[in-house]
C-alpha cells in the first residue's frame, strides 16, 4: 500500500489502517458481525495514529459493544426527543459583560441523567449520528437566539454553536445556516460556528471553501480548544476565522506552569498579530482570570464564571447582561486594583 503510485505523472502515495477480527469455531458471529469487529478494529487502528494493523481483543470488542449499546440508545433519543441545549457564558473578564453564550448539546437520559457532550459525542460522530445531532442543535439554537432577542432587544447577545468536522462532509451546509438565520429573522453576526483545528488540518481546502461561505453570510467562525492539533500558522492566515479559543488544558496551567503560560501568551500574540480575538475556556480560578488580564487576554468562560445551564437558569444573567466583577475577582484582588489604580 505504502508504495507510491504514478497518477499522470504526481507521485501519490498512501498508508493503510487495518483492522483484524477471528472467529473461532466456537464463537457465534455471523460474518457481518466479524465484518464489524474488524471494521472496529479499523477505527482503533485509526485512533492509534493510522498506518498498523490492529487485532480485535476482549477489551476492544467490551467498549464496541458499548459503544453499539450507545449508538442505538442515542438513535432513540432523538426519536424520543430526549436532547436538550445548555448554555455557557463568555464574559468580558475587565467588566463582567455578557458578550456570548456557547450551545452545548445535553441528553436527558431516562436512567442515567443529564449527560455532557463529552459523554456522548464521540459516539454520535463515529457512527454519523452527529449529522442529525448537529442539525437538530443548530435549528434548536436559532429558535433560543430568536425567542432571546425579542425578549431582550438591548443586548448584544451571540450565540455560538459548535460544529464536528463530519458536519462539513454535507454539501447543503452553508444553505442549511443560512435557511435557519432567515427563517428567525437573526443577523449572520449574532451566530457564531465552532470548529475544532482538526476539521482545519484533516481537510483544508474542504473547510476553507465552507468557511468562506459563513463569511458571505455573515456568521462568524472560531477555533475551538487552540493550541492542541497543531494548526499551522500559514493554514490559518488563509482562513477566514474570527476567534481563537485557548484551550482549558493550557488555561488552566498558566499560574504555575511554565510552559502552558508561554503558550497562552503567544497565542495570544499570534491573535494581536492576525487581528483575531482570542477568549480563554475553562477558567476555573480567580487567579486563572488576573494572569489573563495581565497577558492581554480579557475574554472568557469557565466554571468560575457559570457553568452551562439550561435557558430558564439564564434568565438573570440575561436580565443583568453581566455577571458581577466580584465573581471574577475576590474582594481583596478587587482592593488591591484598586488601591494601584489610586
Ligand atoms: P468544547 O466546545 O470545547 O466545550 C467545552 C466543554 O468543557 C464542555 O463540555 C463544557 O461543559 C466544559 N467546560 C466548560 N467550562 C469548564 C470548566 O471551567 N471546567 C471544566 N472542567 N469543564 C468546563 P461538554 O458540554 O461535555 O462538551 C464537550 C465537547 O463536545 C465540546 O467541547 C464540543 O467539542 C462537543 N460538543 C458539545 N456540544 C456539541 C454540539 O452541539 N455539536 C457538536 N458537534 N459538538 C458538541
Ligand atoms: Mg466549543
Ligand atoms: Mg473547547
Not at 432571546?148 to 454539501?171: G, I, Q
Not at 476539521?199 to 481546502?205: K, L, M, R, S
Request: hydrophobic share 45%; proline share 4%; aromatic share 6%.
Amino acid at each position: 500500500m505504502a508504495a507510491p503510485v504514478d497518477l499522470g505523472g504526481q507521485l501519490v502515495s498512501h498508508t493503510a489502517s487495518i483492522g483484524i477480527a477471528i472467529a473461532d469455531s466456537v464463537s457465534s458471529m455471523t460474518d457481518s458481525d466479524i465484518l464489524a469487529a474488524a471494521d472496529g478494529a479499523m477505527y482503533v487502528a485509526k485512533a492509534r495514529g493510522r498506518n498498523k494493523a490492529v487485532l480485535l481483543d476482549e477489551e476492544m470488542r467490551a467498549a464496541l459493544d458499548d459503544r453499539s449499546r450507545m449508538e442505538l440508545m442515542l438513535r432513540e433519543a432523538l426519536e424520543k426527543d430526549e436532547l436538550r441545549l445548555h448554555f455557557q457564558p463568555e464574559v468580558d473578564l475587565r467588566t463582567g459583560r455578557l458578550l456570548s453564550v456557547e450551545a452545548l448539546v445535553r441528553w436527558q437520559h431516562p436512567d442515567r441523567g443529564l449527560m455532557a457532550a463529552a459523554d456522548f459525542i464521540t459516539v454520535a460522530e463515529e457512527t454519523g449520528l452527529v449529522l442529525t445531532i448537529g442539525r437538530w442543535v443548530f435549528a434548536e439554537a436559532c429558535r433560543q437566539l430568536s425567542a432571546w432577542m425579542k425578549e431582550y432587544p438591548e443586548l448584544p447577545l451571540v450565540v455560538r454553536v459548535n460544529m464536528s468536522p463530519a458536519e462539513f462532509a454535507a454539501t447543503d451546509l452553508v444553505e442549511f445556516v443560512e435557511n435557519c438565520l432567515l427563517v428567525n429573522h437573526i443577523p449572520g453576526d449574532r451566530l457564531c460556528i465552532e470548529i475544532t483545528e482538526y476539521a482545519v488540518i484533516d481537510e483544508p481546502e474542504k473547510t476553507a471553501a465552507i468557511l468562506r461561505g459563513f463569511r458571505e453570510i455573515g456568521v462568524e467562525v472560531a477555533i475551538d480548544d487552540f493550541g492542541t492539533g497543531f494548526a499551522s500558522m500559514t493554514e490559518l492566515k488563509h482562513l477566514p476565522v474570527d476567534l481563537l479559543k485557548l484551550d482549558m488544558s493550557f488555561v488552566t496551567g498558566i499560574t504555575t506552569d511554565a510552559y502552558d503560560r508561554a503558550i497562552v501568551e503567544s497565542i495570544i500574540r499570534l491573535g494581536d498579530v492576525l487581528n483575531l480575538g482570542v477568549t480563554a475556556e475553562g477558567i476555573e480560578q480567580s487567579d486563572v482570570v488576573e494572569e489573563l488580564l495581565t497577558l492581554g487576554c480579557h475574554r472568557g468562560q469557565g466554571y468560575l464564571i457559570s457553568r452551562p445551564v439550561g435557558p430558564e437558569e439564564l434568565v438573570p444573567l440575561l436580565s443583568a447582561g453581566r455577571v458581577p466583577l466580584s465573581l471574577l475577582r475576590p474582594a481583596e484582588l478587587t482592593l488591591g486594583l484598586a488601591s494601584t489604580t489610586f
